[in-house]
């Protein structure tokens, strides 16, 4: 069954301190990939999403995340937090049939704290 | 545009109490599907369908059931609820192009006690 995995549960960092959160999934075929930021108390909103192209994507808020398909990966980094990033963030994959699209998996999310 | 929306918000409901999640969509999306989060686990697809008139079973769809009667509509139905399905619930719709991503309700509280 398709799966994916994140690295990390909680990751504690200080302002201006480089970001990479892990995400890995296990299907071998078409995929596309996103991923979902919550801050506390609402709802998923959408950081960013790879369909095709250019393995590395940016999101908002100066997210980016690159696809290395023969890792099966899909990290997520950013370059200097914010207390502001302080959320949790969840990777989701769906497997993509060329036509039609699969139900979207996800991890079981990173918190990050951010110090201020 | 309002975009996907869940009521109640929050329900404390007693255990063997029937409650039903309501979701309404304003997108046209075809696909729409019900999420439970809990600590530690992320989200689990209770069920999902990809079109008016059709559902299908996700990783967690006991004691759960849903109907989806026209594109705007996916109520989730607990029976007899049970403890163990205390969560926060989300209710999501996406378009049927291969290259679409899923919008996200607010969430339901649930607490069953």
């Known amino acids: 069954a398709q799966s994916v995995s994140q690295h990390n549960h909680h990751v504690i960092l200080s302002e201006a301190a480089s970001l990479e959160l892990g995400c890995n999934y296990s299907?071998?075929?078409?995929?596309?990939l996103f991923w979902y930021v919550q801050y506390p108390g609402q709802h998923l909103q959408l950081l960013l999403k790879y369909f095709s192209g250019d393995p590395l994507v940016k999101g908002i808020k100066g997210f980016e995340a690159e696809f290395i398909k023969s890792k099966f990966s899909f990290n997520l980094r950013k370059p200097s937090v914010q207390w502001s990033d302080t959320a949790e963030y969840f990777c989701a994959v769906n497997m993509n049939y060329g036509g039609s699209q699969g139900n979207l998996i996800f991890g079981k999310g990173t918190k990050l704290s951010v110090k201020p | 545009i309002a975009g996907i929306t869940q009521a109640p918000t929050s329900q404390i409901l007693a255990a063997g109490r029937r409650m039903t999640l309501r979701c309404t969509q304003d997108?046209?999306?075809?696909?729409m599907y019900w999420y439970r989060q809990d600590l530690g686990l992320g989200l689990r697809l209770i069920h999902y369908?990809?079109?008016?008139?059709?559902?299908g079973k996700g990783e967690v769809p006991d004691g759960y059931s849903v109907s989806r009667a026209n594109t705007d509509d996916f109520p989730l139905t607990l029976a007899s609820a049970v403890p163990s399905q205390t969560s926060v619930y989300f209710c999501?719709?996406?378009?049927?192009?291969?290259?679409?991503?899923?919008?996200f309700g607010q969430g339901t509280r649930l607490t069953v006690v």
């Open positions: 299907y071998g075929g078409t995929v596309n």
């Open positions: 997108m046209r999306h075809n696909a």
């Open positions: 369908s990809n079109t008016a008139g059709t559902t």
């Open positions: 999501a719709s996406r378009g049927t192009a291969p290259y679409t991503e899923a919008f």
